[in-house]
């Protein structure tokens, strides 16, 4: 698998930063996107996404391994429904912080 990144600057909305996840074949099995709001942190992780043939092998984790190479500190949210995305993030130890009742907040420290 190899993951690349793409940074983006778009005019009054900072910068984003686009991680892919590809097979051999270059077949994009996983994706996720980094919100960093004009230099400040914690930047916010949005739209992680693994194609579902290639779930729980690691490629979320290994995703978000890679956004942690690039920014010390980073959020998350899901919907309390989401058990996926929970485990996923409590495996990798992010905490949980403050949330309304339909959406749950993790923090990377
Ligand atoms: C959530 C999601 C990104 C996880 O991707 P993934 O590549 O399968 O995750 P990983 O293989 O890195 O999983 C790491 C850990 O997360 C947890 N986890 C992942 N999928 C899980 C599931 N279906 N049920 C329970 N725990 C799960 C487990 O602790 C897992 O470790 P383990 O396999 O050793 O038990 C994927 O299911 C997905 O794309 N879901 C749809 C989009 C989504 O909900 N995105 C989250 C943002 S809101």
Known sequence: MIIHSRRRGYPGHGTYRHYTARDEQWSVMGEVTVINGFGREPVY???LWVEPDYRRQGIATQLLHAVKGHY???TLACHPSN???QGLYRKLSLKQTEGTGSIMRFTSN
């Open 72 to 74: 010390a500190r980073f």
């Open 83 to 85: 058990t996926e995305a």
């Open 45 to 47: 992780v949005q739209g």
